[in-house]
């Protein structure tokens, strides 16, 4: 079977000549190697042909990037020479010639070019000539950047500009990047990079540029490295100021309110630091300031016709101002009913007056329990026969039940009057028995059977 395989080497070798083919009698796994100062770096090298039928000689070189060229390695099929500048750090594989570098420095970087002749055994005087480059770095890992701003403190919009810049204690070929809210930067109208993308510069800034920023960096041979976070204040507005208020209906800048309503009206826009607020009503070609905040409390109560208000807002820092006005007419809404809110509870006049009425009743009620004793009264009239009612003519054999009852009879000494007893002489006569007054109470006979109507 290896002799087969040999012969069929042969065979393919053979046509490659015939047919002026150049056949791939080694291989690089990669042309590019990225080293890690102070580690190794191997150069492997992958033979495709078998070495014992072959002659080889050949170079392993080093291209400095100043163009500089040293001979590292020269190598036959048996033996290999190491240039001694490099024999403590550089080892040569046989028999497939791959080179190993040990303890890499800034020195070695550059290109490391193979030149190999092959000459088989059966094809004398042919020789194969191979040559492949490998380009090698020497990379430092990249240290926590640092991240700086100037000026330092908080700037205002449109007046400055901000500086950041991102440095590295240690890494080479540093690839930096820029994140605002972790949102990744790049050029833009007022974003200014530095060729290796350290420095950022804004200028002039905005109020979009207000934010957490943070340095990105690394490099070939490092993970992505991120640095503190750094905040940017910027003093911005006001911007879209704006008049609401949750009660009535509003209609583009008029808002129209039910008749005894209270209503509270909030002015607010987008500003750092946060705006003051002055209210300003408008009549007759004529301003007045009413009230200061964000806040415009209004009685509609007081409200003679529409009115116009104004609510200006002020940004003491960025020295800018902006205003809204509006319309404020007090008519029904049909809504059927009113609010009455006044610092919480608010009554309206016709409220007031119906509880004015109320407290009245009662007190006229309590003084005239106090001295009618409207229960006394209404029992003695219930027992009193009703002298308005006429009876008719009884001879006194009559059934007694229907005589039966309680009578008083008054007798007062003197000139009879037919004017009726006062409530309160009523009252008094229970508990005041004076020499000139009599009272009797006369119950007539009971039959020993009550009547059904009485039990009931």
């Given at each position: 079977?290896e002799?087969?395989?040999r012969?069929?080497?042969?065979?393919?070798?053979?046509?490659?000549?015939?047919?002026?083919?150049?056949?791939?009698?080694i291989?690089?796994p990669?042309?590019?190697?990225?080293?890690?100062?102070?580690?190794?770096?191997?150069?492997?090298?992958?033979?495709?042909?078998?070495?014992?039928?072959?002659?080889?000689?050949?170079?392993?070189?080093?291209?400095?990037?100043?163009?500089?060229?040293?001979t590292?390695?020269?190598?036959t099929?048996?033996?290999?020479?190491?240039?001694?500048?490099?024999?403590?750090?550089?080892?040569?594989?046989?028999?497939?010639?791959?080179?190993?570098?040990?303890?890499?420095?800034?020195?070695?970087?550059?290109?490391?070019?193979?030149?190999?002749?092959?000459?088989?055994?059966?094809?004398?005087?042919?020789?194969?000539?191979?040559?492949?480059?490998?380009?090698?770095?020497?990379?430092?890992?990249?240290?926590?950047?640092?991240?700086?701003?100037?000026?330092?403190?908080?700037?205002?919009?449109?007046?400055?500009?901000?500086?950041?810049?991102?440095?590295?204690?240690?890494?080479?070929?540093?690839?930096?990047?820029?994140?605002?809210?972790?949102?990744?930067?790049?050029?833009?109208?007022?974003?200014?990079f530095?060729?290796?993308?350290?420095?950022?510069?804004?200028?002039?800034?905005?109020?979009?540029?207000?934010?957490?920023?943070?340095?990105?960096?690394?490099?070939?041979?490092?993970?992505?490295?991120?640095?503190?976070?750094?905040?940017?204040?910027?003093?911005?507005?006001?911007?879209?100021?704006?008049?609401?208020?949750?009660?009535?209906?509003?209609?583009?800048?008029?808002?129209?309110?039910?008749?005894?309503?209270?209503?509270?009206?909030?002015?607010?826009?987008?500003?750092?630091?946060?705006?003051?607020?002055?209210?300003i009503?408008?009549?007759?070609?004529?301003?007045?300031?009413?009230?200061?905040?964000?806040?415009?409390?209004?009685?509609?109560?007081?409200?003679?016709?529409?009115?116009?208000?104004?609510?200006?807002?002020f940004?003491?820092?960025?020295?800018?101002?902006?205003?809204?006005?509006?319309?404020?007419?007090?008519?029904?809404?049909?809504?059927?009913?009113?609010?009455?809110?006044?610092?919480?509870?608010?009554?309206?006049?016709?409220?007031?007056?119906?509880?004015?009425?109320?407290?009245?009743?009662?007190?006229?009620l309590?003084?005239?329990?106090?001295?009618?004793?409207?229960?006394?009264?209404?029992?003695?009239?219930?027992?009193?026969?009703?002298?308005?009612?006429?009876r008719?003519?009884?001879?006194?054999?009559?059934?007694?039940?229907?005589?039966?009852g309680?009578?008083?009879?008054?007798?007062?000494?003197?000139?009879?009057?037919?004017?009726?007893?006062?409530?309160?002489?009523?009252?008094?006569?229970?508990?005041?028995?004076?020499?000139?007054?009599?009272?009797?109470?006369?119950?007539?006979?009971?039959?020993?059977?009550?009547?059904?109507?009485?039990?009931n």
């Open positions: 079977m002799a087969r395989g012969t069929a080497l042969y065979v393919c070798s053979v046509l490659f000549f015939l047919t002026d083919a150049s056949p791939e009698l291989h690089v990669s042309s590019v190697h990225h080293g890690i100062e102070g580690k190794s770096v191997l150069l492997s090298v992958e033979t495709r042909f078998p070495l014992e039928d072959v002659e080889i000689q050949g170079t392993w070189s080093h291209i400095r990037p100043s163009g500089i060229r040293t590292l390695v020269s190598f099929e048996e033996t290999s020479i190491t240039d001694m500048m490099y024999r403590n750090r550089l080892l040569f594989k046989e028999p497939n010639m791959s080179l190993l570098i040990r303890k890499l420095n800034q020195d070695d970087e550059g290109d490391y070019h193979l030149n190999l002749n092959i000459a088989f055994h059966n094809k004398t005087g042919q020789v194969i000539k191979e040559e492949r480059t490998v380009h090698v770095t020497v990379d430092v890992p990249v240290s926590t950047p640092v991240i700086e701003k100037s000026p330092s403190y908080a700037v205002v919009e449109d007046k400055a500009n901000v500086t950041w810049t991102c440095s590295v204690e240690r890494g080479t070929r540093v690839t930096f990047q820029w994140l605002q809210d972790n949102v990744a930067l790049g050029p833009s109208y007022g974003h200014h530095s060729h290796d993308n350290s420095t950022l510069f804004i200028s002039p800034v905005r109020k979009e540029d207000k934010g957490t920023y943070h340095c990105v960096a690394s490099n070939a041979v490092s993970q992505v490295r991120y640095s503190r976070a750094m905040d940017l204040n910027v003093y911005y507005g006001p911007y879209n100021l704006e008049v609401n208020s949750s009660q009535g209906l509003r209609t583009g800048e008029v808002f129209t309110i039910n008749p005894g309503e209270l209503a509270f009206f909030e002015c607010q826009a987008d500003s750092n630091p946060p705006n003051s607020y002055v209210w009503s408008k009549s007759r070609n004529a301003t007045q300031v009413i009230t200061e905040g964000p806040r415009l409390e209004v009685r509609s109560y007081r409200l003679a016709q529409a009115e116009e208000y104004l609510c200006r807002a940004n003491n820092v960025t020295q800018k101002q902006n205003e809204a006005q509006f319309t404020l007419v007090v008519a029904s809404l049909g809504t059927g009913k009113e609010k009455h809110t006044q610092d919480g509870s608010s009554v309206s006049p016709l409220a007031a007056i119906i509880c004015s009425l109320f407290v009245i009743g009662c007190i006229l309590f003084f005239l329990s106090r001295n009618c004793h409207p229960k006394r009264v209404l029992m003695s009239i219930y027992n009193r026969p009703l002298s308005e009612q006429k008719p003519h009884r001879s006194g054999h009559e059934d007694a039940t229907e005589d039966f309680i009578y008083e009879f008054v007798s007062i000494p003197g000139k009879m009057e037919s004017a009726q007893a006062s409530c309160r002489s009523l009252a008094r006569l229970e508990s005041v028995q004076d020499m000139h007054t009599t009272i009797y109470d006369v119950i007539r006979h009971v039959p020993e059977t009550p009547s059904h109507s009485l039990l």
